[in-house]
């Protein structure tokens, strides 16, 4: 991994979030509009005022335990035929998990977690 790139990328990610209003449109156990079967296990939302390959703003998984960017899953809808990040915002290990296994819980949909590293 190159270092130099990775170092700058987080602190991009943490000025992101920190200059921008979190929306929590789907609160954890609330199901998907669309999908009444997928349950959201932990909050899902957008960061207001920024732009997303679906048109809709970044999305966002925040978690229980406070406000620092902590990792990012990259995901592929073979549905809509399109990627995305969504950022995790401090996610627990177990909320993590949670998250990328809804992610993956589909023939459509897949995705990868990168953790942040411990700086």
Same mark, same amino acid.
Request: glycine content about 6%.
């Given at each position: 991994?190159?270092?130099?790139?990775?170092?700058?990328?987080?602190?991009?990610?943490?000025?992101?979030?920190?200059?921008?209003?979190?929306?929590?449109? @789907?609160?954890?156990?609330?199901?998907?509009?669309?999908?009444?079967?997928?349950?959201?296990?932990?909050?899902?939302?957008?960061?207001?005022?920024?732009?997303?390959?679906?048109?809709?703003?970044?999305?966002?998984?925040?978690?229980?335990?406070?406000?620092?960017?902590?990792?990012?899953?990259?995901?592929?809808? *073979?549905?809509?035929?399109?990627?995305?990040?969504?950022?995790?915002? @401090?996610?627990?290990?177990?909320?993590?998990? *949670?998250?990328?296994?809804?992610?993956?819980?589909?023939?459509?949909?897949?995705?990868?977690?990168?953790? @942040?590293?411990?700086?």
């Amino acid at each position: 991994m190159n270092t130099q790139y990775s170092a700058a990328f987080w602190p991009a990610l943490d000025k992101l979030v920190s200059e921008s209003k979190l929306v929590i449109g @789907r609160p954890k156990d609330s199901h998907h509009p669309k999908y009444p079967t997928f349950v959201y296990p932990v909050n899902y939302g957008y960061l207001e005022n920024t732009s997303s390959m679906d048109g809709g703003g970044i999305d966002i998984w925040k978690g229980t335990d406070g406000e620092v960017v902590d990792a990012i899953i990259c995901t592929v809808d *073979l549905m809509k035929k399109d990627s995305e990040i969504k950022i995790l915002i @401090r996610c627990s290990e177990d909320e993590k998990q *949670l998250v990328l296994d809804a992610h993956n819980n589909s023939e459509y949909t897949k995705g990868i977690l990168i953790w @942040r590293d411990a700086e």
